[in-house]
């Protein structure tokens, strides 16, 4: 039979607007944090990361913030522009042995003009 | 560009086929990673090695294996394929050398089992 996917989460913004894009981790063990941006048919690609020693760090119209008391992260795009659709991941590392990651399950991006 | 390759970038075959995936990491990583995309979901961890050796192990199922080649080339073996194993792999490959832990992703390989 056909078999349905799930379906992302999807932000829809106009060009020119603010986006934010939320995540919530689970394990208070997780030490450092990244975004990745995935355009369609690609392999994602790192847009910022930051440790659990901070709560907050801007890249170039990014900011990431970093909530570890009710352990959400969030990442925010300024001045939305139509190359930012995509999906975009939060994954986290847990302080351990390996340098495995945890991606959580993606945000949807449009942006209309 | 990533720096990580895969090969092929795309696979056809039938169900109860064997096919094998290609990774080649960053130069100098040590550490690759193999993760199952399927539509509208997120990235599935399958299996990480490094230096040649199993590291981690995620959702993997028992007709999937990978290994790691001294030349630090990886490659994922899926076999007895089934519909539901239509999806995009990708390798990812970090240098396992602590913080940073960020991992470049390849572009994927499109697997469809028809």
């Known amino acids: 039979g056909e078999s349905v996917g799930l379906h992302l989460p999807t932000l829809s913004v106009q060009e020119g607007d603010n986006s934010i894009i939320n995540c919530a981790y689970s394990?208070?063990?997780?030490?450092?944090f990244i975004w990745y941006k995935q355009e369609s048919g690609k392999g994602p690609q790192f847009i910022i990361d930051i440790r659990s020693n901070m709560d907050k760090r801007q890249g170039q119209r990014v900011t990431v913030l970093l909530n570890k008391t009710v352990k959400h992260l969030s990442l925010q795009i300024a001045a939305t522009q139509p190359g930012d659709s995509a999906v975009y991941f939060c994954a986290d590392h847990l302080r351990s042995n390996t340098d495995k990651l945890i991606f959580g399950t993606g945000t949807r991006l449009q942006v209309f003009p | 560009d990533s720096g990580v390759t895969q090969t092929p970038k795309h696979l056809i075959t039938a169900t109860g086929q064997r096919v094998t995936l290609r990774c080649s990491p960053r130069s100098g990583d040590l550490s690759v990673y193999w993760y199952q995309q399927s539509l509208d979901q997120g990235l599935q961890f399958l299996i990480q090695?490094?230096?040649?050796?199993?590291?981690a192990k995620g959702n993997i199922l028992e007709r999937f294996s990978a290994q790691q080649f001294p030349d630090l080339h990886s490659e994922l073996n899926l076999s007895s394929l089934e519909l539901g194993d239509s999806a995009l792999y990708f390798c990812?490959?970090?240098?396992?050398?602590?913080?940073?832990?960020?991992?470049?992703f390849g572009p994927g390989t499109r697997l469809t089992v028809t």
């Open positions: 394990n208070s063990a997780s030490d450092y």
């Open positions: 990812a490959s970090s240098v396992e050398r602590g913080f940073p832990y960020e991992q470049y």
């Open positions: 090695y490094y230096n040649g050796e199993e590291r």
